[in-house]
């Protein structure tokens, strides 16, 4: 039996992967005054006067929002809200099991972004932060940037933003074992959507040499035209030599390449024309851009993959959980560019140097101690950047 047959009869079983569970018994009249009525009364009030302390006597403090509209489902596409639920329950229970924090998936049935932007806001004074998921490009920056724009609480579309942290921990390690420095390196990415894009902001503020983003029109130029408007803002801050051409042009002579995109696009000889030691990540799924052992075989140093069947899997599981929890223990207004790179530096420095090989260049995600050193990392950021409402 194959996983894909397998996972469905356990799903058959479960019957669902979440539950709500009481934090407070209710087995007399008095535990039912106090949990409820008439005793409820009384912290309603006191949040009336101070909706603030909706975080202290209530679960808002550690409770997060997983919402999708069901357009870009993992390698699905668009299946609906009904069919995304099994996928934001699986995040919620990752919320839970590694970070502690509670989550509730929210299926939208509507593909209008006002609808989706004003539906969000108006149910956001429930919870401590918006995890958005599985939303298509370009839609998903519109309602991100808007929801930042008019909620108080943080807003963070994983498949953008984990995704771009979880690469850029890699890179950084990646750059060591190599021995490269981030600021001297050329890295092509492949894909400009949702990823690709983000992934590509991270690494400016990584402070990576220069990027060369490709799409299924070429390589981006400033210039050019665009059908995504977050291109322009993109092809202004890379392809520094403004080079034109296909994805093998991009490739030559090129430290590393991050796929985001389409199986089976990077051939072995686009990998023998990078530089010495090429990196490689090749992210799509479930068949990457290249597998492995051609990416090897024509010379790539360290190859990173999104399957857990090979060596250094780029894996969000080792970053949103440790992103909410941090941001959520000093409430934290937004999730912004310095708590990105400092989960991504933590996460970079959880495996030791002398661990370090070019087939351990991230941790393990089971290890329990990352979401702990993740969660550190971006509420002290937090505090620096002047964007949390509480200390530690």
């Known amino acids: 039996m194959d996983i894909m047959e397998s996972a469905l009869l356990k799903h058959k079983e479960w019957k669902g992967k979440i539950e709500i569970v009481s934090r407070t018994p209710v087995n007399d009249r008095d535990q039912l005054s106090h949990a409820y009525t008439p005793g409820v009364a009384r912290p309603c009030l006191e949040i009336q006067k101070d909706p603030e302390l909706s975080y202290a006597l ?38 839970k099991e590694f970070a502690d924090v509670d989550a509730f998936p929210i299926c939208i049935d509507s593909k209008d972004t006002d609808e989706i932007v004003k539906t969000i806001a108006l149910i956001s004074k429930s919870f401590g932060g918006i995890n958005l998921e599985d939303i298509s490009a370009p839609r998903c920056f519109e309602i991100e940037k808007r929801l930042k724009e008019i909620v108080d609480i943080p807003v963070f579309h994983d498949d953008q933003h984990g995704t771009a942290i979880v690469a850029s921990a890699a890179m950084i390690n990646a750059a060591k074992v190599s021995g490269r420095q981030i600021k ?26 220069n990027i060369i983003m490709v799409d299924i029109n070429g390589i981006i130029c400033d210039g050019d035209e665009f059908t995504n408007p ?15 051409g296909s994805l093998a042009d991009a490739m030559k002579g090129a430290d590393a390449f991050i796929g985001v995109s389409k199986p089976g696009l990077v051939s072995e000889e686009m990998v023998k024309s990078m530089a010495d030691k090429p990196i490689i990540f090749a992210m799509a799924n479930p068949t990457p851009e290249i597998m492995p052992d051609k990416a090897r075989s024509a010379g790539a140093f360290i190859v990173g993959t999104g399957r857990s069947d090979f060596p250094n899997q780029i894996n969000n599981v080792v970053a949103f959980p440790g992103v909410f929890k ?67």
Not at 59 to 75: E, F, K, P, Q
Not at 78 to 89: K, L, Q, R, T, Y
């Open 58 to 95: 209530t679960r808002r403090h550690n409770l997060v929002a997983v919402i999708t509209d069901g357009t870009a489902v993992l390698g699905l596409g668009d299946i609906g809200p009904e069919a995304s639920m099994p996928v934001m329950e699986g995040k919620c229970a990752l919320f």
């Open 230 to 244: 977050a291109h322009y803002e993109l092809a202004k801050l890379t392809n520094k030599n403004n080079i034109r």
């Open 326 to 392: 941090g941001a959520l223990a000093v409430r934290a207004k937004d999730i912004n560019e310095d708590m990105k790179l400092a989960a991504a530096y933590a996460i970079a420095s959880s495996v030791p140097e002398d661990k370090l090989t070019p087939d351990n260049i991230l941790p393990d995600p089971f290890d329990r101690n990352i979401p702990k050193a993740v969660a550190k990392a971006v509420a002290e950021a937090a505090i620096k950047s002047g964007i949390a409402r509480t200390e530690l």
């Open 184 to 209: 001297d390196m050329t890295l092509v990415i492949n894909g400009a959507g949702a990823a690709g894009c983000a992934i590509a902001k991270q690494f400016i503020t990584l402070g990576i040499g």
